[in-house]
């Protein structure tokens, strides 16, 4: 069965740096959602899209920012890179609903250095 | 403020023990998910289980829920060395739509051949 799929699996940047990670979700899956997760944490949520519209925001810092595009891949944009930014993020895709269970892609793992 | 906590942080055994690790949570929720993370990897979706249901069954995984006492646990029968990994839980904070889910602190579960 397909996944959600991320890409890429691994990031090096420098610091004020920019990044761009991407993720595909499932096949008819209409919501989206990303976590960051550091070392030793558990994953944090940052923003959800639904039907292309921004359903709901966490803790992003507003270096960030994020999209759903037509297709429903989601693109998380970081500007600024700072230290603190090294983490795995993931993305999660659902049919939503309350009662739906989110799938989480492979996470890219984001150095800053 | 953190949703999920789960206990034990950390619980080692041997093959073929059962393993129980626990999961309370502060606010109502519409499900609890659990997920299996091995290191530094992606988040695999084990079960979810409805706040109108009090225990799930999927193979060696039982869970059980007691939404008066805010509280989950989840079973491993005849554990195995590959069930060696972190365990969270993951509440589903809905308010106004969103299914964002808010992760407990995990607990790494090592079990020894």
């Known amino acids: 069965a397909a996944g959600v799929i991320q890409s890429p699996r691994h990031l090096i940047k420098e610091k004020r740096e920019t990044a761009t990670l991407k993720c595909y979700p499932i096949p008819r899956h209409d919501t989206v959602y990303w976590y960051q997760q550091g070392p030793g944490q558990d994953p944090q949520f940052l923003i959800s899209?639904?039907?292309?519209?921004?359903?709901d925001k966490g803790s992003i810092p507003d270096r960030f920012s994020a999209q759903q595009f037509s297709d429903y891949h989601s693109e998380l944009n970081m500007s600024s890179l700072e230290l603190g930014d090294s983490a795995l993020y993931f993305c999660a895709s659902s049919t939503g609903g309350a009662y739906n269970e989110q799938f989480f892609g492979p996470g890219t793992r984001l150095t800053v250095l | 403020s953190q949703q999920g906590e789960e206990d034990p942080q950390a619980l080692s055994i041997q093959e073929g023990e059962n393993a129980t690790m626990n999961c309370s949570y502060k606010?109502?929720?519409?499900?609890l998910q659990w997920y299996r993370q091995n290191s530094g990897r992606g988040l695999v979706h084990l079960i979810l289980?409805?706040?109108?249901?009090r225990e799930k069954h999927s193979g060696r995984l039982r869970v059980t829920l007691d939404t008066s006492k805010k509280s989950s646990s989840l079973l491993i029968t005849a554990s195995r060395a590959a069930d060696t990994a972190s365990y969270f839980c993951a509440t589903d904070a809905s308010q106004g739509g969103s299914e964002k889910l808010v992760f407990g602190k995990g607990t790494k579960l090592t079990v020894n051949p």
């Open positions: 606010t109502s929720i519409n499900n």
């Open positions: 899209f639904y039907e292309k519209m921004q359903s």
């Open positions: 289980i409805r706040s109108n249901e």
